[in-house]
């Protein structure tokens, strides 16, 4: 049985910033990650065509992470983090994941040893854990992955991290039906129970190759959810219901430093802010430098207590300023810095709030997210933390509350989002407080809804 | 610290909303008899349930059960995704009146006996590699209820299927989608592999990753920006547009 979180790891809202975390970690080749600094985290993937062969792989990633290296010495940054998200070849064939990061961190170790650039690598295996038609979470696919959690590890990874998929096949069927006990159902439930299995095994991994568990995310139903979402004339979902789903989406993220994940939390992770308000430990986040993969409505916000700055993913192809990974490596490098000198000067906080403010009243979704906001959500996760059923229902309550009681002169939101809002309030407060009865009754209604939901073969319930 | 946000940012989603709701909109454009005019309201509201009890109420009053399909579901489902390209309404409202038309699209079949002729028949999947599915059930969804019948090849679809599937249902449009840059090269292979076998039929794509000047390498390839656009292309397709006319419409960058 893993610990749950019943508190919070910060007193107060107002202690968290930008770079230090209450439980930094440190990487092989000197890189500590919120030990009162950031840095950037550059993520890239290979161009179409070099998915066909091992060795196309290994060499796009060869050149690739020359290419950040070389940048980053050439404009004098003291270190910097490189994620390896793989391609799913790279998972499913553990030896290739194996290989790039043996060739990444043997690259990154030369430049460490002749300029002392600190430096760190995580390496994300695929989730494959899934056949043509359904999610095979344990079986034969697991244990794949954790062929490759254990190849990469051995070849020299520091932080192993995964964007896990359990709760997804509901979350796909009630994301487009607005049916909250649903989102509470995939998110909250299905995906906390996949989380604590994954991740009491990554750890074991992880200690037994002197390596970092570093975190999840809830990339495939809370950031699906805000990609549907899109932008302010998109109409494919309300950014309040996006938002429910990503305060639901903190305590599943959660589960996964209960089972033994330290950080740094993956970058994709909006709900990372409300995560570390609880676990003290360092998180890696993305926003206006990782429009290369993506647009948001919180550019700036997202920054504000960030340990690792990244720019979510981008292809390795040429532009002007040379390889796109080193154009995006040497802005994400040029903000660490900006936030870095607040730090030294002693003005981080004010920078903080600046960012914060700068999104804060953009979108119901920045508006909860902004960190004394998110410390709420956090305190009503912590308050039933050790039941995976309420602290996502109590989540969930959090965020409406918070959008319900902002000065509307501020946070100015559509009639659309505010129906929205008030008819997930509504269902909310239907819901029953027994996790049991929940969860029996979600099981029969989605095993009748949903036909690729296979509860029984997926859930160690 | 706190601010008046006034002055750095625009809510343009609140500035353009009507002043009528979606519901008003929608009543004004609801038939004007009955059972009609139920029906449709029905299907805006998603009830499943009341959908059924309306075509039950119409077949007891003599309507003939297949004519009911084309001439009620067909134009209440109409006036929902109308609605939705006019921005006024959401897809999940889209999606929980498509699940109410089909439920009541089924009724009928069963009621008739025979079902009404769709509009084309599309074959929709997602690329070989890619589990990623929520776009092309998106898809796949909006096509059905603008009237299309689809193919669903699922996800993580082998080149050989897709290959033969096209080659067995003869469909007027090929969709696929992928979320990741090295799973969408499947779709150049697929493009090659129906030029080989002489099809020249639009395949539309589209996904996370994927975007026009990919989609633009291969011959057949046509970029779709969003998921809306599939049945927008299905229509231009029907009135006879080629691919470097769908290209022209639906290339936007």
Known sequence: MVKRYTSLAYKNADDMIFGKSVYPVKAELGLEVGAGYVTGEVNYAPRPEAGVSKEKLVSEYRRLTTDIMARAVQVGFPGISLETEHVEQMTNNPDWGGEVAHVQKTIMEEYHEEYGIKTALRHTPGDVRENRDLLALIGPKYDVLMESFEAVADAGADFLSIETMGGKEVLDYAILRNDIPGLVYAIGCLGSIDMTMIWEDIRKIADKKGRIAAGDTDCSQANTAMFIAGGLLDKNLAHTIAIIARAISAPRTLAGYEAGAQGPGKDCGYENTIVKAITGCPIAQEGKTSTCAHSDVMGNLVMQCCDLWSNESVEYHGEFGGTSVQCWSESLNYDAAMLNVATETGNAKMLRDILVLSDKYRDPQGYVLAYDNAYKVAEAIAKDGDNLYLRSKNAAIACCDLLTSADPKKLVMSKFEINALNDAKAALDAMTDEESTFMSDSMEKYKAEVAVFRPEDNYKF | ?253
Do not use: W
């Open chain 2, 1 to 253: 610290m706190d601010i008046d946000p006034s002055k750095i940012l625009v809510r343009y989603n609140v500035a353009k909303e009507k002043a009528q709701t979606p519901e008003e909109m929608a009543a004004e454009l609801y038939p004007s008899t009955e059972p009609a005019k139920t029906i449709c309201a029905a299907i805006f509201d998603g009830e499943e349930d009341d959908v059924i009890e309306g075509l039950e109420k119409a077949i007891e009053g003599g309507a003939d059960p297949v004519a009911l399909i084309d001439d009620v579901l067909m134009v209440g489902m109409k006036i929902v995704t109308d609605l939705y390209d006019q921005g006024v309404i959401f897809l999940p409202n889209v999606m929980m009146s498509a699940d109410a038309m089909l439920e009541g699209i089924e009724y009928c079949k069963e009621q008739g006996g025979a079902a009404p002729k769709p509009k084309g028949k599309v074959v929709c999947h997602v690329a070989e590699g890619d589990v990623h599915d929520i776009g092309k059930s998106i898809v796949a969804a909006l096509l059905r209820a603008a009237g299309y019948e689809v193919v669903d090849l699922g996800r993580d679809v082998p080149v050989d299927e897709v290959i033969a599937a096209v080659k067995k249902e003869s469909p007027m449009m090929l969709t696929g989608t992928a979320l990741m840059t090295t799973t969408m090269y499947a779709f150049k292979e697929v493009n090659d592999r129906l030029l080989e076998s002489g099809i020249k039929i639009p395949f539309q794509c589209g996904g996370g990753a994927v975007n026009q000047d990919f989609v633009t390498q291969y011959e057949l390839g046509i970029y779709g920006e969003e998921a809306a656009d599939a049945p927008k292309m299905a229509d231009a397709i029907l009135s006879g547009k080629g691919l470097a006319q769908l290209k022209e419409q639906f290339h936007k960058h």
